[in-house]
């Protein structure tokens, strides 16, 4: 019973944050494909490939693991908490960016739903839409425990679908993709890849402080550093895979709105069209609960902080609230959201989550690490 529980709480404390992360971080990061084509495939498959392998990697890692080492020595398991200790009376002007943010994910993803809903089975986009609304309410308002447990086992469910997609494109495609890497690659785009490597990086950022109530289990801030590590990892390796294998179709992939819907079209394997898309949509679900919930926490721990008890309905007013915001959102289009939605949200993240996190955030960590008796000091 002791080794079970000890293996059962690494995984927890190391792991469940990851795969939190990468199921919240899928829909605006890499679910329809859309978001690799516009930060990645214009620089061809080669230097895309170097962008997302190691530009966004690193920052998503290096960002991840400050945040949740801070997280755990300050005990602020909410982004609003953890931003106020950072920045001080001045992060309101990140909670502002990450609404912002979390509104055009949400667009994303009611929009993404509608399409998908469109493309199997040529219904109306709005049956998709309106699903997708009711089914992320629906987990909201069952609390962060449900949640986790449906993101942690929908994510090896993901994971299966992305590595039988990977081997189906590796069979029927092997040849297209070592000639899109053998081929010429564009010539004129400077450094332009390891900006697409920051700016996809940035925008989701949001996504981490999303998700540090993952990392109320730990109890120092080097296992929950190496959760953040570990979480960057997790969260980029199937839009990896997915890129390689979009690669086979490039140039001509870059003018689709669902580039991965084009690619099984191309493939001619209907049933694996039905099975990724439904998977994908069910993930969708998961990254717009997730992203709400988060919201949803912060507010609910300011009440408890002055001592008051939260709304009774708050977490449904909340829920939709932002649901209905999304759906109105949404309306200006998939390939518009991901384009200009998701730029300027980069540069906000930038400003007011990345720089004070890799600057007051390694002071005030350091600081607080100093602080520490060795007694206090656990392991992982």
């Known amino acids: 019973m002791g080794n079970e529980a000890n293996k059962s709480n690494w ?22 494909g859309r978001e690799l084509v516009e930060y990645f495939m214009g620089y061809g498959p080669v230097k895309g490939t ?5 530009i966004t990697f690193l920052v998503w890692g290096i960002v991840a693991a400050l945040t949740y080492a801070f997280a755990v020595l300050y005990q602020k398991f909410n982004y609003k908490n953890l931003m106020q200790e950072l920045l001080g009376p001045v992060s309101i002007i990140y909670e502002i960016a990450y609404i912002y943010l979390v509104v055009i994910i949400m667009a994303v993803v009611t929009s993404a739903a509608g399409e998908i809903v469109n493309t199997l089975f040529g219904w109306n986009n709005w049956i998709g839409i309106i699903g997708m609304a009711v089914a992320i309410f629906l987990l909201v ?12 086992a929908w994510s090896f469910v993901l994971y299966g679908t992305y590595i039988v997609f990977l081997i189906m494109c590796f069979v029927k495609l092997h040849g297209m993709i ?3 890497y053998a081929a010429p690659q564009p010539t004129d785009i400077g450094a332009g890849w390891i900006k697409g490597g920051f ?5 989701n950022m949001a996504v981490i402080l999303g998700t540090v109530y993952t990392v109320r289990h730990n109890t120092n801030a080097k296992s929950a550093g190496v959760a953040g590590i570990i979480a960057g990892a997790i969260g980029i390796i199937p839009g990896i895979i997915l890129f390689i294998a979009m690669c086979a179709f490039y140039p001509d992939i870059q003018n689709e709105t669902l580039p991965i819907a084009y690619m099984i079209n191309q493939m001619d394997v209907p049933w694996f069209q039905y099975l990724f898309q439904i998977v994908l949509f069910g993930t969708l679900i998961e990254t717009g609960s997730g992203l709400i919930y988060g919201i949803t926490d912060r507010f609910e721990t300011s009440f408890v902080e002055k001592g008051k008890e939260a ?18 959102v949404a309306q200006f289009g998939l390939t518009g959201l991901i384009a200009k939605g998701y730029g300027a949200g980069a540069w ?16 005030k960590i ?12 656990e392991t992982p």
């Open 11 to 32: 995984f927890q404390k190391l792991i469940v944050p990851g795969i939190v992360f990468q199921s919240c971080v899928i829909a605006g990061g890499y679910g329809t």
């Open 50 to 54: 170097m962008s997302i392998c190691i």
């Open 141 to 152: 308002i069952s609390g962060s425990d449900l949640i986790e447990k449906v993101l942690s």
């Open 178 to 180: 070592g000639e899109a």
């Open 199 to 203: 700016m996809y990086a940035f925008y």
């Open 311 to 328: 709304p009774k309905n708050l977490t449904i007013i909340i829920a939709i609230v932002f649901l209905v915001i999304g759906v109105i």
């Open 348 to 363: 906000l993240m930038f400003i007011t989550y990345c720089i004070p996190m890799v600057t007051i955030g390694i002071y």
């Open 366 to 377: 350091s600081k607080k690490s100093k602080e520490k008796k060795p007694e206090e000091i």
